[in-house]
């Protein structure tokens, strides 16, 4: 920690100068980017539908397999073990984990979607006879996993004998009892199908078919074998979820509106919708209807379900009608609509009990950087704290005997990892056993929580990461690192999503390595409300978060224990975006920059959402808005040497954006280095891939932020 000196020089904004000191050094306690990324992330938790079990996924140094935990035959905590054994950092994804209806085995996606412009799926590890994306099924009766056929989105059936999922938009099943079943299409459809639900009976298919500008709620019957769309309208109807006995289907029905995919704000809107249809007849009515205003554009929760039948008919949902995501309850008949979770706080991650009785959820009730998990009963009453203190819990889901929750949970020092939380409070970690022993958690600095002003004066929050047993207003380089999304929300914490969980890594590496480390929650980011998510003029409408950013750099100038000619930037995705407008626009602060997978023209990013323009006395201003938002608008003032980072079979960000900003740049003479890979996504595939990303930029950072040797701070201005 910071001595007292340190914290009280680092506490002034624009304050007086502090000492003038030489740059620090690295403290003892430094360790590799490969040590820091070694412990698995894990992710994808499941319970059950029986027999306590818990499942989830582990991603060791790219070697992705399941983990299950089953009860202990003592009766008390669990016993942990392995049921798949991928053994290769292939760059192969493993996703969509689903218990069978008896708990003995899990079926899931191996490899990911073929959402390239030749339809394949990638390939980073360059496999010569290529890969696609499959269903398979794992026992946990020690056997070899038996793959299912091609495609994603699995389901079992309620009597766990058919398996149904997606392949090319068609909905394929295979019944697993019948010997020698070959795989077949189920359905013949126009559009897309997708969020498969089996009816409670068994003896129906719930589906969303995606018609791009609209989309259905299908059923299909097996025993008729008919296919009915329910209630159908020109809008978008999503989430389908079935009532108890079968017979009826709750879903949020989302209006249509033009440029609905474009990346602007959407504070209010033709407000959405729960509609609860009858299966037999099709015919569906309105249960309930957002208030125009703050919550009229749906917000999803962390859950696959978004809206929960509860016990006695109640239907949960989520909703932002007082400008924070908040969990409501309504009859399934109709009526007005209940709040569960009041306060000034997001619910993120939201599952249901098996007895439908009770709502388990994520917060950052009362502790706004973290998350921690509470309960609340469907049908309302006082939430209930299960977890709270320093560290972050997250993703909670309730064991089958309706009393045991399991959640991923991280802290400062050690990533994300599955745990069951006890009576009062305390956490049990479910597979202590794979954290390397290398691993160094010792060497980990606990994140403060900062708030600082961006230029225009909005109050922002951050991370600030200080190398270790350094204080008395020694000078450090520093870095500003930004996250992605942009609807993100960095924690003080190792995250739950695994490109921040890689993120957070490199931030201690750059912290242990001597540099002063600021990550950012800038505009544009969940965790702090409506407004601040939906942000003015954010994005190719403006880039007003821009002014968060500048303001990080002018906070980390102003502190004493910064050298205030060597600040970086850093980010990737939206991050990579503002690394490079922070670059373009204000080179005399920002020194150099790692721009990872950025957008550098919006008008090239999505074109064709700019050819929907609601101005129509001049249908080119969107076009122009989004080129003066961008990085290659302000190319001109562009000095600072950049890291561009980029795998070419990028589907989120088009290539051709760092072909086109490494070519201006050069034209312009500025320092431009690069680090391409070869068919790899935009969340890198490999583990080997975000290593060596990391260490170039460490290296990157080293050259144009550090001296060649200490001196005092008065010599390099």
Known sequence: MPSNASLMCAAVFLSLPCPVAIFAQPASTAFTLQQAMSAPFNSDLIAAPVGNKLAWLSNAEGRRNIWVATPSGSGSGYESRQITHYTQDDGQDITELHWSPDAQSIVYVRGSDPDNAQKMSANPALIPQGVEQDVWLASLDGSSPRKIGAGNSPAFSTHGDTVVWVLDGQIWFLKLKDP???????????????????????????????????????????????????????????????SPDSRQIAFIRIPYFKGEEFDEPHRSGQPWSIRVANVATGNGRQIWRADAGPGSVFREVVSDLQVFWGADDHLVFPWESDGWTHLYTVPAQGGPA?????????????????????????????????RHVWKVSVAGGSPQQLTGGTGIETAPVVASNNRTVAVLRSDARIPIRPAVVGNSGNIQDLAPQTIPATFPAAGMVAPQPVIFNATDGMRIHGQLFLPNGVGNCVRHPAIVFVHGGSQRQMMLGWHDMGYYSNAYAMNQFLASQGYVVLSINYRSGIGYGLDFREAVDYGPTGASEFRDVEGAGLYLR????????????WGGSWGGFLTALALARASDLFAAGVDMSGVHDWNIDTPENFSIS????????????????????????????????????????????????????????????????????????????????????????????????????????
């Open 558 to 569: 102003s502190r004493c224990d910064v050298e205030p000619t060597h600040i970086g930037i």
């Open 180 to 242: 020698g079943a070959q795989p077949k299409q189920l359905l013949h459809t126009l559009g897309a199908c997708g969020t498969l639900r089996w009816s409670p009976d068994g003896k129906s298919l719930a589906f969303v078919s995606d018609r791009t500008s609209h989309s259905f709620i299908g059923v299909y019957s097996f025993p008729t074998d008919t296919l009915e769309y329910l209630d159908p309208s020109t809008d978008h109807d999503r989430y389908p979820m079935w």
């Open 338 to 370: 209940t709040l569960l979770t009041p306060g000034n706080f997001i619910v993120e991650d939201v599952s249901l009990s098996p007895d439908r009785e009770t709502i388990v959820y994520s917060s950052n009730q009362s502790d706004i950087d973290r």
């Open 614 to 717: 609601d101005t129509a006395s001049d249908p080119n201003a969107r076009w122009r808005l989004a080129w003066e938002a961008s990085p290659l608008a302000s190319i001109k003032t562009w000095r600072s040497p950049v890291l561009l980072v980029q795998g070419d079979d990028d589907p989120e960000v088009p290539f051709l954006q760092t072909v086109q900003l490494a070519a201006a740049l050069r034209r312009q003479r500025v320092t431009v280095q690069e680090l391409i890979f070869p068919d790899e996504v935009h969340d890198f595939l490999l583990h080997r891939s975000w290593v060596a990303a990391y260490v170039a930029g460490a290296k990157f950072f080293d050259q144009y932020l550090k001296p060649v040797s200490p001196q005092p701070a008065s010599a390099v201005h």
